[in-house]
């Protein structure tokens, strides 16, 4: 019974190949838009798609290593912990994400 549970908690988004290298596609998940992320390694990552300074939306900014520049004012958010790079402030949620059979699936709170 707990697995079951587990596994509702998982939201199938698009293929993987649907996320380009080096780019991002946006999603609409839970009255929330969310940012999926594919580096160049192939890599993917979610986080919300509203950056912390300025609501830019990080899915159209350049990805490059494990980060996303917004394309507003170029603060540098890690991928992998949402917080900003440098000398910046602020923070975005992260979601888990998995890959299975060529789909990402993300982690969604219950």
Known sequence: MNSIAK??????????DDV?????R??????????????ASGRVFAIDNQCPHKQGPLSEGIVHDTSVTCPLHSLVIDLETGKARG???????TFEVALQSGRVLIKMEA
């Open 26 to 39: 946006r999603v609409r998940l839970a009255g929330m838009e969310v940012g999926v992320f594919r580096n």
């Open 87 to 93: 000398e910046d402030e602020g923070c975005v949620k």
């Open 7 to 16: 596994i509702a908690e998982w939201t199938d988004i698009c293929a993987v």
């Open 20 to 24: 380009p290298l080096r780019g991002a």
